[in-house]
C-alpha cells in the first residue's frame, strides 16, 4: 500500500499583485473598494515595497518594485501590472521543498530567502506549476 504523502500546506496566505504604481493601486483598494490598509513593508531581500489588505481568509499583498529595480520590475516591463503569484503558508519549509523537488518541481532560488513579516520564502518556478507563479512562506518561530 503507498503511502500518502504528508503535506505541511496550511492556508492561502496571500494573493500578490504587481503595480506599477504603489500609492495610485493603495488609494483604489482602501478608497474606491473600501478595504482596510494593515501595513506597507520595504522588502530588501526582494527588492519589492509591499502594502497589505487583509481579506477575511486571506490578504491582498500589492507589489511594487524597490528604487525600481529587481524582478517586480522586469515583470512590470513585460506584462504591465496584474496577478503576479499566490502564496501558501506552511509549517515545515524545508519538508516542503524536498517533497515538491522529489516530484520533479522546481525553485527559483537555491533555498528559502527572508519575505515579508519576517517569513522564510521561497517560489516554484511557473513552468512547474501551470503557469502560476507560487510562493511558500513558513512564519518564524
Known amino acids: 500500500m ?3 504523502p504528508s503535506f505541511m ?3 492561502l496566505d496571500h494573493i500578490a499583485i504587481a503595480v506599477p504604481d504603489l500609492e495610485d493601486a493603495i488609494r ?3 478608497q474606491d473598494l473600501g478595504l482596510e490598509l494593515s501595513g506597507r513593508e ?3 531581500a526582494a527588492k519589492t515595497s509591499t502594502a497589505f489588505f487583509p481579506v477575511p481568509g486571506t490578504k491582498i499583498e500589492l507589489v511594487h518594485p524597490l ?3 529587481g524582478p517586480i520590475a522586469k515583470y512590470l ?8 503569484h499566490i502564496c501558501f503558508e506552511t509549517d515545515d519549509i524545508e519538508a516542503d521543498i524536498a517533497r515538491l523537488t522529489a516530484l520533479g518541481y522546481r525553485f527559483l532560488g537555491d ?6 513579516h519576517g517569513k522564510r520564502v521561497i517560489f516554484i518556478h511557473p513552468k512547474s506549476a ?3 507563479l507560487i510562493e511558500l512562506a513558513q512564519p518564524q518561530e
Request: glycine share 24%.
Open 2 to 4: 503507498q503511502e500518502e
Open 9 to 11: 500546506l496550511t492556508r
Open 28 to 30: 483604489r483598494f482602501a
Open 42 to 44: 520595504d522588502v530588501e
Open 67 to 69: 528604487r525600481g529595480e
Open 77 to 84: 516591463e513585460k506584462k504591465g501590472g496584474g496577478l503576479h
Open 111 to 116: 533555498g528559502p530567502k527572508p519575505g515579508a
Open 130 to 132: 501551470g503557469g502560476v
